[in-house]
């Protein structure tokens, strides 16, 4: 059961900024998004409203037809979300049960004394193992979400250096997002929210460039040399159909490039340094 499975930045079109997955196994958002109409559909017919005329958003929360903020997807599923700046952070996570079952074995040691009335028996068979099962009730606080969430906004403020995030600032610090969060988030459990250990443990601005620039650098390298080497592909087969190794005019028989008066396909030979070719 993950606290946190997935997290999600929404713009005001419904349209995913970022994705950061800490769970192999969660649904897409495509998935998640025709969810999550099929039900502002059904909560808007029951409160009379009109969803497809004045709202875009599936996460609009200025109408009758808001979706509540925790939502189950389906039996295995939830998601909870909120609304900051036009943006929508969505936080999926695994449904948690009503109740858990705690089982635990109790072993009892069955006391007995020898003939004079003293001892006191330590063996195995003495040993009675009682095995029980309580279920308990599994409260999770959902405000603990939203908390998250607040907690991840302000920080990513911080470290991007702006008073408020938007869909443009998401986009081009994605990389910065998804440090934040590596660091935040353990498994699928919030770690870390504190900002002066955050501070300590994540790379500074001038690294996080100096390794952007580095890759792209070596990108650059490697499309120029898989260009360079496509190039001398396409030039060989041209060069020894053509006999630029060899003159045809050259009047050397069987030369290198040449074809054979015998054969009529193309040989090579080795000739001589002083450039002739010796009669048998």
């Given amino acids: 059961m993950g606290f946190i499975d997935c997290i999600y930045i929404v713009d005001d079109k419904d349209t995913p900024i970022f994705e950061h997955v800490l769970n192999t196994s969660t649904p897409t958002f495509n998935y998640l998004y025709t969810q999550l109409q099929a039900k502002r559909r059904h909560l808007a017919v029951q409160q009379s409203v009109d969803v497809f005329s004045s709202v875009d958003s599936v996460f609009d929360d200025s109408t009758a037809a808001t979706l509540d903020y925790i939502i189950p997807i389906d039996s295995k599923w939830q998601i909870a979300w909120t ?84 869909a443009g600032r998401v986009k081009a610090n994605g990389h910065k997002l998804m440090l934040i969060l590596q660091e935040m988030v353990d498994g699928t459990v919030p770690l870390i929210n504190d900002l002066n250990q955050l501070q300590e443990l994540l790379p500074d601005d001038s690294i996080i460039k100096r390794i952007l620039n580095t890759t792209k650098h070596l990108q650059n390298t490697a499309q120029s040399s898989i260009s360079n080497i496509a190039q001398s592909q396409s030039i060989m087969p041209n060069a020894r159909r053509g006999g630029s190794f060899g003159s045809q005019s050259s009047g050397v028989s069987g030369g290198m490039g040449n074809p054979s008066p015998a ?18």
């Fill in 83 to 166: 609304k900051k700046n036009k943006l929508a952070y969505v936080l999926l996570s695994t449904s948690s049960p009503e109740y858990l079952e705690v089982y635990s074995d109790d072993e009892d040691d069955d006391d007995y004394h020898d003939e004079n009335g003293e001892g006191e028996g330590n063996s195995e068979s003495n040993k009675k193992v009682e095995k029980s099962t309580v279920r308990i009730s599994n409260n999770v606080n959902p405000l603990q979400y939203f908390e998250f969430i607040d907690q991840f906004i302000e920080i990513s403020k911080v470290f991007i250096g702006v008073d408020r995030l938007n």
């Fill in 263 to 280: 054969t009529g396909t193309l040989t090579t030979s080795i000739l001589e340094k002083s450039g002739y070719q010796q009669s048998t």
